[in-house]
């Protein structure tokens, strides 16, 4: 079954340093790979995606994410950290469910907080 | 000039109540979907509709009953509220959401519903 790991369920990290949050991911099929963000009270926006290409994908706010088939991975990354970065942030998997519809699925999220 | 938005931002309401959300896209999008957040974040699909069709209800209680009067909206009306209805409740569209190619999906802003 199609499934995303969130192993961290919460990270906290100073302000200025780097950032690393894991997502696992089971699919059977070529994954189709998010990460959103989630502000406290604010809805989802979209970081970055992987859909095919190069593995090393860039998004928005200086965070990228690396893709790698043989771990089964999709770990966002973030060399220096901001406190505008705490948030909640999900990793989802683009899914064909059933023969009939395209749905995502979603990890259980990490809380990332920032000292100062 | 909003792509994807939903009202009422905010809804509180008793127990036993009936209330509706409305959401609609003015991207052109073929398929819509409602996702829930529960109390711990957890993001869930709920339905997917194609050109106003049913494509998926990922096992929800009938109280929930989306309506699409056209491609462009999707509402959901639940009955009988519940206190575990109480969620954030998020709309989404894509192009051509039935394609085994995945679709990009646009999330509207969310509806945080409080059932007392």
């Known amino acids: 079954a199609q499934s995303v790991t969130q192993p961290d369920i919460h990270i906290t990290v100073s302000e200025g340093a780097s950032l690393e949050l894991r997502c696992n991911y089971s699919?059977?099929?070529?994954?189709?790979l998010f990460w959103y963000v989630q502000s406290p009270g604010q809805g989802l926006q979209l970081l970055l995606k992987y859909f095919s290409g190069d593995t090393l994908v860039q998004g928005i706010k200086g965070f990228e994410a690396e893709f790698k088939r043989s771990q089964s991975s999709f770990n966002l990354r973030k060399p220096s950290v901001h406190w505008s970065d705490a948030a909640e942030y999900f990793c989802a998997v683009g899914a064909y469910y059933g023969g009939a519809t395209n749905k995502l699925i979603f990890g259980t999220g990490t809380l990332l907080a920032v000292q100062p | 000039d909003t792509a994807v938005s939903q009202t009422p931002k905010y809804l509180v309401t008793q127990m036993g109540n009936d209330k509706s959300i409305k959401c609609e896209q003015n991207l052109g999008h073929d398929t819509m979907y409602w996702y829930k957040q529960d109390s711990k974040k957890f993001l869930k699909i709920m339905f997917s509709?194609?050109?106003?069709?049913?494509?998926i209800n990922e096992t929800v209680p009938n109280r929930f009953s989306p309506k699409s009067p056209d491609k462009a909206h999707l509402n959901l009306h639940i009955n009988s509220l519940e206190l575990g209805d109480s969620a954030v409740y998020f709309c989404?569209?894509?192009?051509?959401?039935?394609?085994?190619?995945?679709?990009?999906?646009?999330f509207g802003p969310g509806t945080r519903l409080t059932v007392l």
């Open positions: 989404a569209s894509s192009q051509d959401g039935t394609s085994e190619y995945y679709n990009e999906q646009f």
């Open positions: 699919y059977g099929a070529t994954p189709y």
């Open positions: 509709y194609n050109n106003k069709e049913l494509i």
